[in-house]
């Protein structure tokens, strides 16, 4: 299948600072990525949907100001957590598809704690 | 259909015996679903997936039956073995839209 690679795998930030999450399709190009967060024992929840050349689309109560997506690339997708705090602490996943409507491939993930 | 906040139902299971891991989505619109299996620390792996114009999937040692009457999702995983143990969640998308929707999630622990 398809790869979509996140980097970093784990950061720690300090309370206050941002941090950059990327998101890279390896061997297609994702005109659109998605943005998931994942607390401990918990389901995905949908953040935010990434576009290529275009403003990203929020999930009802995601904090657009915060959580800052760029996709400037059709291999590249970013997320910046702004002004970090401990409640941010939580596992950032993005996903891709190939194709509309078909499979789509997850990252490993980012574990992201702010202290 | 957004996923929510719950926190995870668990099944345990016999190593041999079959396994059967159900899911209620919400959106009576989602034409497209997807199982994925989740280990600790990882992203999602895809499992099986179905569209709506059908009612059952089989892959290997994996099926999964799809009721739209009920909005209903299942699993069923032959054979358990140890490495089956992980958390899987199913996921509806809507053609229109793109974006795939998780359920909350099962966590099956196979005992040897």
């Known amino acids: 299948g398809a790869v979509v690679s996140q980097h970093p795998s784990r950061v720690i930030c300090k309370s206050g600072t941002s941090v950059k999450i990327e998101c890279r399709s390896l061997?297609?190009?994702?005109?659109?990525m998605f943005w998931y967060r994942q607390f401990p024992k918990q389901s995905l929840m949908l953040m935010a949907t990434?576009?290529?050349?275009?403003?990203?689309?929020?999930e009802q109560g995601v904090e657009k100001d915060k959580f800052l997506i760029n996709h400037a690339s059709l291999t590249l997708s970013t997320l910046t957590v702004t002004s970090a705090h401990p409640e941010d602490s939580s596992f950032y996943i993005c996903?891709?598809?190939?194709?509309?409507?078909?499979?789509?491939?997850f990252g490993q993930g980012t574990r992201l704690t702010v202290v | 259909g957004e996923s929510v906040g719950l926190h995870l139902p668990t099944l345990s299971v016999q190593e041999g015996d079959n396994s059967i891991i159900n899911c209620a989505y919400s959106?009576?619109?989602?034409?497209?679903f997807i199982w994925y299996k989740q280990e600790s620390g990882k992203g999602p792996q895809f499992i099986i997936d179905?569209?709506?114009?059908?009612d059952k999937r089989q892959g290997q040692r994996v099926t999964v039956l799809l009721n739209k009457t009920v909005k209903h999702l299942s699993l069923q995983i032959a054979a358990t073995q140890p490495g089956d143990s992980a958390v899987y969640f199913c996921?509806?998308?809507?053609?229109?839209?793109?974006?795939?929707?998780f359920g909350t999630g099962t966590s099956l622990t196979v005992i040897p």
């Open positions: 996903s891709a598809f190939t194709r509309p409507n078909t499979e789509a491939f």
């Open positions: 179905i569209r709506s114009n059908m």
């Open positions: 959106n009576s619109a989602s034409d497209y």
């Open positions: 990434s576009n290529e050349g275009s403003k990203a689309t929020y």
């Open positions: 061997d297609f190009q994702a005109t659109t």
């Open positions: 996921a509806e998308n809507i053609n229109t839209g793109n974006q795939f929707y």
